[in-house]
């Protein structure tokens, strides 16, 4: 007699499929947009370190003074010196000179490895009171 069918009980479905689809092509859309701005800032050229004028209490007078030449060699008052050496040098003239600070001037064409080496030597013996120095223009 009846037969057993659906029955309409008067609530309606929800098909998620659709709204699914737009979120998704939405967060495509935004992740190759991302992607895009972010290639460009890599391919940015860089011409450093000048500047146009520096901070007054960036070189101090009882600043150490260390240079990098183009060849990768460190010196200290114009005499060349080991990674050993300029480690003995940094720690005697820092515990003499507390407050004092580690300054090192590097060739411009030093590769950005090397400088990041010899920085990360001197700033596990000098802390925070090691910088870089820019010639100003």
Do not use: H, W
């Not at 004028?53 to 460190?74: D, H, I, K, M, Y």
């Amino acid at each position: 007699m009846f037969s057993k069918s659906k029955s309409n009980s008067g609530i309606p479905e929800v098909n998620l499929v659709p709204m699914m689809d737009v979120i998704m092509t939405i967060l495509t859309f935004f992740i190759i947009v991302a992607m895009t701005l972010s290639d460009q800032q890599r391919t940015l050229k860089v011409n450093l370190p000048n500047a146009k004028s520096t901070p007054s209490s960036a070189r101090t007078p009882e600043s150490l003074v260390v240079g990098l030449n183009a060849q990768g060699q460190t010196a200290i008052r114009e005499k060349l010196v080991s990674e050993t050496e300029l480690a003995q040098q940094i720690q005697s003239y820092l515990a003499k000179s507390p407050q004092g600070s580690v300054l090192l001037k590097a060739d411009r064409t030093v590769s950005y490895q090397q400088l990041a080496k010899v920085l990360g030597a001197m700033q596990q013996i000098g802390g925070e009171r090691v910088s870089l120095a820019i010639e100003s223009n």
